[in-house]
Nanobody, 122 residues
Framework: HVQLVESGGGLVQPGGSLRLSCAAS????????MGWYRQAPGKERELVAR????????DYADSVNGRFTVSSDNPKNTVYLQMNSLKPEDTAVYYC???????????????WGRGTQVTVSS
């Protein structure tokens, strides 16, 4: 079984910064990719940023490109999201997501963290 545990988040003023972390643990054979989604009240969950483990290829939503940075610590199976120049419209629950191969099944499956609240407000 694979688990994703997020940390970080909280309340920040507009223009401020926050850093989210997400560590994957359990019966991991290999990580394909990990990243972050967010869901604001009344809106659908959307991709924020992700990283492909083997190549380091990054993918960002247009709305955060240039302000957010996704990075990884591969040996620790951990992904980070550095969020700078935060705006009120970044307010949402941020979910860690992973496409991970479980060593018990040797097949890729999607995993989600429980989510962490990010609120940008003065």
């Amino acid at each position: 079984h694979v688990q994703l545990v997020e940390s970080g988040g909280g309340l920040v003023q507009p223009g401020g910064s926050l850093r989210l972390s997400c560590a994957a643990s359990g019966t991991i054979y290999n990580v394909v990719r990990m990243g972050w989604y967010r869901q604001a009240p009344g809106k659908e969950r959307e991709l924020v940023a992700r990283i492909i483990w083997s190549s380091g290829t990054l993918d960002y939503a247009d709305s955060v490109n240039g302000r957010f940075t996704v990075s990884s610590d591969n040996p620790k199976n951990t992904v980070y999201l550095q969020m700078n120049s935060l705006k009120p419209e970044d307010t949402a629950v941020y979910y860690c997501h992973g496409l991970i191969i479980d060593r018990n099944t040797l097949g890729p499956a999607e995993y989600w963290g429980r989510g962490t609240q990010v609120t940008v407000s003065s």
